[in-house]
């Protein structure tokens, strides 16, 4: 009779003959069904040596990190519990052994947007590495990152930085300046950095991880091209548009040349350029590097995908700057509804999308249809940003043209009074939108004395 290959093979990762590492667990051969083999693993470990082993809550963090991957989090997240707490009773709550089994239940809460619940497992190995922090400083800092990460989805950007910092330094001191892990984390300090609104400090770190990197790995290696899109985005909010194309273009290159030219970095750096083209007057150019990184995403992703929606309101905004207004009608509302099948309903992609699409109908004429999605736009953008936002101000602009249009005058008058002086503050008297807002409040106010 011969043996099950399965049954032999969880039998082998069983007692350890097989190694059931990082690659097996992301990348598992197709050829057979590895959650059953790893189940019966489990099993055979359970029987040989007691449920309350060490070596089950491995197997069980194995099999949920497989889970994991494959996007089930459901059946993944009480694994993990169960396997904290075999390895909590075996070794302790404070031993250094159970920092990684916290932190992988910490990431499970954090996809699954329990981010109270993550934080508090993120503290507590965070508090475990740095009691044993002289033995394993990169695990501490790994741990810094992490947490920081989490406190950056909190909106917690203070204590992101502060622990970022850390992270960075402990990196520096043990690994060396030029090395390039501390390039790349350089660069995600940068980011942190500009979402605070600090650009200048932000460059500062962008231009000290290029260096770092393209001198440690080479100048084609695709972590360049990750640096360079973020400086390249910097210089672009500068308006150094040339500046910022030339970036763009470099890092598209070692794109094409390291990853191959259907990647999804090749799709968001050539969204990125069209954005340029656009600052620049270019939209013929424009649409064509957006069709292009429409083309990308939806081959790698699926028409249905949350990537492929925020292409497509790129391309929508592309065409309707040409005014073909009919045309990127279809594109706002195919991305509306990937949006409001993937996101809460209250989330600020959704009202970018309706606020597009609000002045597509407008300028077509159909102002029901517009003056209905720039309140929604308006509506999720206060509760999600606050009253004084830059994104609130353009929305209730948008929804006072369109009052105006249908005759509202007073409602009209009311939204440029509130949104005109945030606008001001925003965008400086002399832009173009505060310029128009201030003279159609006038013409308002001219013929309603």
């Known amino acids: 009779m011969r043996p099950n290959p399965a049954s032999s093979l969880a039998l082998s990762i069983a007692l350890g003959l097989l190694p059931f590492g990082r ?14 083999i790893y189940r019966q693993a489990i099993a055979i470990r359970e029987r040989r040596l007691g449920p309350d082993h060490p070596k089950v809550g491995e197997s069980l963090t194995n099999l949920a990190l497989l889970l994991r991957n494959r996007g089930d989090l459901a059946k ?12 909590e009773k075996a070794f302790g709550p404070t031993d250094p052994r159970i920092a990684a089994d916290l932190e992988n239940l910490a990431s499970m809460l954090e996809a699954r947007r329990d981010y109270g619940g993550a934080e508090s497992l993120y503290r507590r190995a965070l508090a475990i590495r740095e009691k044993a922090g002289a033995a394993k400083p990169l695990d501490l800092a790994a741990t ?4 920081s990460a989490l406190l950056e989805n909190k909106g917690d950007l203070d204590g992101a930085v502060a ?14 300046p030029a090395h390039a892990d501390v390039g790349i984390h350089l660069n995600n300090l940068g980011l942190l950095l500009e979402s605070k609104g600090d650009d200048v400090a932000a460059e500062r770190l962008y231009r000290r991880a290029l260096g770092v990197l393209e001198k440690a790995l080479g100048p084609d290696h695709p972590e360049l091209g990750a640096a360079m899109n973020n400086l390249a985005g910097v210089l672009r909010l500068r308006e150094d548009y040339q500046g910022a194309e030339s970036l763009y273009r ?6 094409e040349n390291s990853v191959g030219s259907d990647h999804p970095l090749v799709a968001a750096t050539l969204s990125n350029l069209a954005q340029v083209r656009v600052a620049r007057g270019d939209q013929n150019g424009a649409e064509v590097l957006s069709r292009r990184a429409l083309s990308i995403r939806e081959k790698a992703l699926g028409g249905g995908d949350i990537e492929v929606a925020a292409v497509l309101g790129q391309l929508a905004g592309i065409i309707s700057a040409k005014g073909d207004y009919g045309a990127a009608i279809p594109l706002y509302r195919r991305a509306l509804e990937i949006q409001e099948k993937g996101l809460e309903q209250d989330h600020p992609d959704i009202a970018d999308t309706l606020g597009g699409l609000g002045v597509a109908y407008k300028a077509q004429g159909d102002l029901s249809a517009a003056e209905s999605a720039v309140r929604r736009a308006l509506a999720i953008f206060e509760k999600a940003l606050g009253p004084n936002h830059p994104e609130v101000a353009k929305q209730a ?3 006072a043209s369109v009052l105006a249009a249908r005759g509202d005058d007073a409602g009209a008058i009311q939204l440029y009074r509130r949104a005109l ?13 505060v310029s128009q807002a201030r003279k159609n409040l006038s013409e308002l106010e001219r013929k309603t004395r």
């Open 397 to 399: 602009i948008n929804l």
């Open 250 to 255: 470099r890092a598209l290159a070692i794109y």
């Open 421 to 433: 002086p945030i606008a001001e503050k925003v965008f400086g008297s002399q832009h173009a939108l």
């Open 76 to 87: 993944a997240e009480p694994l993990l519990r169960r396997a904290l707490a075999i390895r």
């Open 144 to 147: 810094f990152t992490r947490l």
């Open 23 to 36: 690659a097996m667990i992301e990348d598992p051969p197709s050829s057979a069904d590895f959650e059953g």
């Open 163 to 176: 622990l970022s910092r850390r992270a960075l330094a402990l990196r520096e001191k043990i690994l060396g």
